[in-house]
C-alpha cells in the first residue's frame, strides 16, 4: 500500500494577522511554511496547496522535492482540498494545515503508518485527551467526496456522516489543536513552547 499523498494546506490569507503572513513567521529562525514542508517531505510526497499572489510563500517553498499547486477559487479550505485532490486517484491524502507548528515528521509518519496497517479508512490526529484535531488521512474512496467540498468548513463534513469509520489517534500534549492564527496566538506561543 503506498503511503498517503500529503496535502499541505497553505492558501489562507492570514487575515487575522494585522498586516503580517503567519506561515512567513518565523520558527527556530526559518519560516513556518518551510518547515512544515520539510517536516512533510521526510513523511512522504508532499504537495503544498498555496492561494494565487503568494510570491514570497512559493520562495520559501519552491526549492524542495513538493509538488506546488493553487487553489484559485475562493471559498476558503474546500478550494484548496479541491485543489490539493485534482488528479489524485486510487490513494489516500493526508490533509495537514501549515499553520500548526507542532505537528512533527514522525507524527505524521505514525498516522501514515496506522493507516498502512489498515486500521480504519480514516484516521485523524487528537490531543492527548482525544479532542479530534489534525491532519486527518481519507482512504481512496473520500477522493470523489474530497473533491466537492464546499466553504470554508473543510472536510467536517466528510468527518461527520462517516464517524463511525474514524479513529481517532492522539497525539502528545494538544499539538494536534494548536493552529497559530492571530499576533496573540503567536505570542502566547512563544512565550511557553521550546519549539521541537
Known sequence: MKNPLILLLAAGSSTRMKGRDKLLELVDDVPLLRLMSTRCVKAGDCRVVLGPDQAARRAAVEDLPVDIVEATETDGMAASIRAGVDGVKNRAVM?????MPEITASDLHLLSGLYGQNL????????????????????????????????????????????????????????????LDTPEDWAAWRAKTVTK
Open 95 to 99: 490533509i495537514v494545515l501549515a499553520d
Open 120 to 179: 480504519s479508512p480514516i484516521i485523524q490526529a487528537a490531543s492527548k485527551n482525544g479532542q479530534p484535531g489534525q491532519p486527518v488521512i481519507f482512504a481512496p474512496k473520500y477522493l470523489k467526496q474530497l473533491a466537492k467540498l464546499q466553504g470554508d468548513q473543510g472536510a467536517k463534513s466528510i468527518l461527520k456522516a462517516h464517524a463511525r469509520h474514524v479513529a481517532l489517534i492522539p497525539l502528545a500534549d494538544d499539538r494536534a489543536l494548536v493552529d
